[in-house]
């Protein structure tokens, strides 16, 4: 059984107990959300047991997740060797309904569960970042300076296992009450989604550089 059709993990945390109809079973659609996505919120209890969350960039490396952040940030610190909360979530549409309380929203979201380590083996750290700079940007990692010690130094990484997860994905329209049909409201879906403009480039730049071709696929 290759790894995209082996089912998600079935817990007490990602056991969905409502609109079960919604969720999805298998580990492709646990990858699609994650690939599809830029930022993802980590929850984490700082060290003084305070609940915090952090947005950052992510990559994805089979069933491993790396996340980074500074060095220097107690709540990353403190989620080493501990149990995590990692959520990646798309707004796809507003769902606008007949009814207040019919309305909605279309979305993929994955919620994940696990022990984050925070990687020590200099090697998979280097890996770990490559992952998250050409998830974000493909071929930038090859284009740009890498990191000198000093910046390594500064940057932790993070990596957590996609064991246990689950994926909720709504799609369509509204679900009004049958008696809410004939009513004189409109009723339908605002469509929602996330689109690169044309690249900008930095004042300083040297007007002889061009836009490379992995900023311009990215556009595309």
């Given at each position: 059984?290759?790894?995209?059709?082996?089912?998600?993990?079935?817990?007490?945390?990602?056991?969905?107990?409502?609109?079960?109809?919604?969720?999805?079973?298998?580990?492709?659609?646990?990858?699609?959300?994650?690939?599809?996505?830029?930022?993802?919120?980590?929850?984490?209890?700082?060290?003084?047991?305070?609940?915090?969350?952090?947005?950052?960039?992510?990559?994805?490396?089979?069933?491993?997740?790396?996340?980074?952040?500074s060095?220097?940030?107690?709540?990353?610190?403190?989620?080493?060797?501990?149990?995590?909360?990692?959520?990646?979530?798309?707004?796809?549409?507003?769902?606008?309904?007949?009814?207040?309380?019919?309305?909605?929203?279309?979305?993929?979201?994955?919620?994940?569960?696990?022990?984050?380590?925070i990687?020590?083996?200099?090697?998979?750290?280097?890996?770990?970042?490559?992952?998250?700079?050409?998830?974000?940007?493909?071929?930038?990692?090859?284009?740009?300076?890498?990191?000198?010690?000093?910046e390594?130094?500064?940057?932790?990484?993070?990596?957590?296992?996609?064991?246990?997860?689950?994926?909720?994905?709504?799609?369509?329209?509204?679900a009004?009450?049958?008696?809410?049909?004939?009513?004189?409201?409109?009723?339908?879906?605002?469509?929602?989604?996330?689109?690169?403009?044309?690249?900008?480039?930095?004042?300083?730049?040297?007007?002889?550089?061009?836009v490379?071709?992995?900023?311009?696929?990215r556009?595309?």
């Amino acid at each position: 059984m290759s790894a995209e059709a082996t089912p998600l993990s079935s817990t007490p945390r990602t056991t969905l107990r409502r609109h079960r109809e919604r969720g999805q079973a298998d580990r492709a659609a646990l990858y699609e959300v994650l690939d599809a996505g830029l930022i993802c919120h980590l929850g984490v209890a700082s060290a003084d047991g305070t609940p915090v969350v952090l947005p950052t960039a992510y990559g994805r490396d089979g069933d491993t997740l790396y996340l980074h952040g500074s060095s220097a940030n107690g709540a990353l610190r403190a989620a080493d060797g501990q149990r995590v909360c990692v959520t990646v979530t798309h707004l796809d549409g507003l769902v606008a309904a007949r009814s207040v309380f019919s309305h909605s929203v279309n979305y993929r979201s994955a919620v994940i569960f696990g022990t984050a380590t925070i990687v020590k083996d200099e090697a998979e750290r280097w890996d770990g970042l490559r992952l998250i700079t050409d998830h974000l940007i493909p071929g930038r990692w090859a284009a740009a300076r890498q990191p000198t010690t000093k910046e390594m130094a500064a940057t932790a990484v993070m990596s957590l296992p996609l064991a246990e997860a689950s994926v909720k994905i709504r799609t369509g329209m509204p679900a009004d009450e049958p008696e809410d049909l004939d009513l004189d409201v409109w009723a339908g879906v605002l469509p929602v989604s996330v689109t690169f403009g044309t690249p900008v480039p930095d004042p300083k730049l040297r007007p002889e550089i061009p836009v490379p071709a992995h900023i311009r696929d990215r556009v595309s």
